[in-house]
């Protein structure tokens, strides 16, 4: 990286949790282009902070290993430059600018109030304030030696054709390298990514395994890692857990040219450097926490969407089967929340095929972030045809299917797909025809054509069952209001998770009894 990053902080985003995440993890990490300029002018929308924040902000940012630059005057063009300058030679520590301000310069009767926070001034004050600072040009006219000052368009061009002459100089010298660069400044997926993951899938149906589908990232990422040199990883100190740690991983704190974060218990703060690493180009991010501490990072999760970037949120720990743990590491609205969230996709795998797949769709999406969900617990893995393994990819299809048109649906994601499959064969063996849907995203399985998704759910089965471990009315969109749902109505309990699963429904007993209500 030849290049410096700047922020511009207020005293409002001092106060926010996440700059004590990120800031202190910026100076272990001793990120010397790092400079930001915090506006200090002492106002928030409810008024003068001193109320309600008096940190000695220097101190806090010096004792997190930052390089802090003192009273800089905030109006004074030549002391900013200088704070710069400064901050640029200052090469092992992420520095500081303090820019102290008045908010509303030159209102003679708004500034340094909140008055001028979030309001407009107003046509008098506005008046007042040109009459104060001297200006006396009218509004939008930009005087000729100010926008000659400020023209750069003949200097911008020199220096872009400075830059083109460099880099063919360079990629002339070192065409594979130049290539490289060109693709994943453009986000594109390296030639082979194909052929190299649709074999890797192949390869893990034709060979069977029940293992934890967080293992099954694992392993997906130990094969896709060898081909994706843009991998960026990291975990907000639940590697062990989250299983993000491939072979290939090295941290970039033993080597600047590494490709994995340890970003301690910052889960805020991870998801935003995610963001930023998104944004920045060149690199595909993933982080890992349990699906629970998700709420620690909403907002950055809710703008990886908004922002519709290639932000990859790996969620292990994925229910109520974290046993003893308890109600609070035992995710029950999140998925529901993952899923409402606009321009998320959220995975919810239900064996090593379906999280490899997962993986791949999340890869190759260049439009928006997605959420992989995985299991602690060791899931079976399902027999799949070519075609269903064609079809897990879109989102929701049918894995078990009957001799004519079924009379009975049960859609499943996850660790109850196998319960779906259990049931199903009992329902099947008294007579019914049952179609078991597994439905690991729900969002790519609605982009899908209509004819598509009417073969998956014939819209003349009324009696559907939907099986999940998170909260129930999510699923009503698919069952409708006289379906039924077996799914958390609840938080959970602590107890061992065998004992929560059938203390909560997730059965094969009570799948039936829910079926057999509805065939009646």
Excluded at 269 to 277: D, E, K, L, W, Y
Excluded at 335 to 343: D, E, G, K, Q
Aim: proline share 4%.
């Amino acid at each position: 990286v030849d290049h410096y990053t700047y922020t511009f902080m207020g005293d409002g985003c001092m106060m926010e949790g996440v700059s004590h995440e990120a800031c202190s993890l910026a100076g272990t990490l001793k990120l010397g282009k790092l400079i930001a300029f915090y506006d200090d002018n002492g106002i928030s929308i409810d008024g003068h902070v001193e109320g309600w924040f008096t940190d000695d902000t220097a101190m806090r940012f010096e004792a997190y290993g930052w390089h802090v630059v003192r009273d800089v005057d905030g109006h004074n063009p030549d002391a900013i430059r200088r704070a710069v300058e400064a901050a640029q030679k200052e090469t092992g520590k992420p520095s500081l600018l303090m820019c102290k301000t008045v908010i509303g310069f030159g209102s003679p009767n708004k500034a340094g109030t909140h008055d001028s926070h979030g309001a407009p001034l107003g046509d008098a004050e506005v008046a007042a304030t040109r009459e104060a600072l001297g200006w006396n040009h009218a509004p939008f006219d930009i005087p000729a030696d100010v926008y000659a000052a400020w023209d750069a368009k003949e200097a911008g061009k020199a220096r872009e054709q400075a830059w083109d002459e460099k880099f063919a100089a360079y990629a002339k010298a070192h065409p594979e390298l130049a290539a490289e660069f060109r693709r994943r400044t453009a986000g594109e997926l390296p030639a082979n990514w194909e052929s190299e993951a649709k074999a890797f899938i192949e390869k893990l149906q034709a060979n069977p395994a029940s293992i934890a589908s967080r293992k099954a990232s694992q392993n997906a990422l130990e094969a896709f890692g060898k081909v994706l040199p843009e991998f960026l990883g990291g975990s907000a100190d639940l590697a062990p857990s989250n299983l993000t740690i491939w072979s290939g991983s090295k941290s970039i704190v033993e080597d600047a040219a590494g490709n994995y974060i340890h970003y301690g218990v910052r889960e805020f703060g991870m998801s935003a450097i995610m963001n930023g690493i998104a944004l920045h180009g060149g690199f595909i991010p993933y982080g890992a926490t349990f699906l629970m501490f998700m709420e620690y990072a909403r907002n950055a999760v809710r703008m990886a969407a908004l922002m519709k970037i290639r932000s990859l949120f790996v969620y292990t720990h994925d229910s109520i089967g974290l046993g003893e743990d308890g109600p609070t590491h035992q995710p029950v609205e999140q998925m529901a929340s993952l899923r409402l969230t606009p321009n998320m996709r959220t995975w919810r795998p239900c064996d090593q095929v379906e999280s490899a797949i997962a993986w791949k769709a999340a890869l190759e999406r260049k439009d928006g972030p997605s959420a992989l969900i995985f299991s602690r617990q060791n899931l079976a893995q399902q027999p799949r045809t070519a075609k269903q393994l064609e079809d897990a990819a879109r989102g929701g299809y049918v894995l078990k299917g009957c001799e004519g048109a079924p009379e009975l649906l049960l859609i499943a994601t996850g660790s109850e797909v196998s319960l779906a499959v259990d049931a199903a064969e009992k329902l099947t063996a008294e007579g019914h025809r049952v179609q078991v849907v597994s439905m690991p995203c729900t969002e790519a399985f609605d982009a899908q054509d209509a004819a598509y998704r009417e073969s998956v759910l014939p819209s003349a089965v009324t009696a559907r069952v939907a099986i999940e471990a998170g909260i129930a009315d999510f699923w009503y969109k698919y069952v409708g209001l006289n379906g039924r749902i077996v799914g958390m109505r609840s938080f959970g309990e602590s107890a061992p998770a065998e004992q929560l699963f059938a203390e909560f429904g997730f059965t094969v007993d009570n799948v039936l009894t829910q079926a057999r209500e509805l065939l009646k």
